[in-house]
């Protein structure tokens, strides 16, 4: 699944339930640099250990849903926290 722009209107935090876009390049990059260090965590603070190649952000700006081989991960324990 690629997210374009017909279908990202319709994707849903599904925490909060409001709407998500698409992460930029800094927070990709901040997030991956995260990871790569030992740093990132998840909902349960599982430490996550795999890039990822693009997300979702979530209104609030402290999770964002990875984007691996071109499929969205929405599941919250699995979004990785942001600093807001």
Partial sequence: MTITPDILPILR????????TLATDEILQRVNQSIEQGLARDQVDARVDQPIE??????QGDRLYPIRDGIATLIIEDAIRLDP
């Fill in 54 to 59: 693009a997300g979702l952000v979530n209104r």
């Fill in 13 to 20: 935090c599904p925490a909060g339930g409001e709407g998500l």
